[in-house]
């Protein structure tokens, strides 16, 4: 995020850049425990496609589904969060511009990555 931050204008230190990500973080924080009733409600149905226990008992699914919009909330309050944190921290004006400057970093890390699995499906399939 500072390599890239730099690109485009930034002047985030590392220490600074850290702080950002883990006070963006804060949201998903308080989202962890709500998975707590949402185990008790319908338990290992939330890891299968098959959902037999909200099937069986439909009045479930209105608490299950309030559950799941707080935790989408909590996501996108994150992710909204970080894009401004990162902002602040390099001194952009805009959010959009940390946006950017996560948008940057990901591909540093994705494009290389992408590039080696297509190097490695081409070397083994000759």
């Known amino acids: 995020i500072r390599l890239s931050g730099t690109w485009i204008g930034g002047a985030g230190n590392r220490e600074h850049i850290k702080t950002a990500i883990a006070w963006a973080s804060v949201p998903s924080v308080f989202a962890l425990p709500l998975w707590i009733p949402q185990l008790l409600l319908i338990g ?17 699914l209105i608490p299950f589904l309030a559950l799941a919009f707080a935790e989408i909330v909590l996501g996108v309050w994150a992710f909204v969060l970080l894009c401004n944190t990162i902002a602040e921290v390099q ?7 940390g946006l950017g400057n996560l948008i940057l970093a990901s591909a540093l890390i994705i494009v290389p990555l992408l590039a080696a699995v297509f190097a490695m499906f081409v070397l083994l399939r000759t």
């Open 44 to 60: 290992s149905d939330m890891f299968t496609t098959e959902t037999p226990r909200l099937d069986a008992q439909p009045m479930l």
């Open 91 to 97: 001194g952009f004006r805009s959010a959009w511009r």
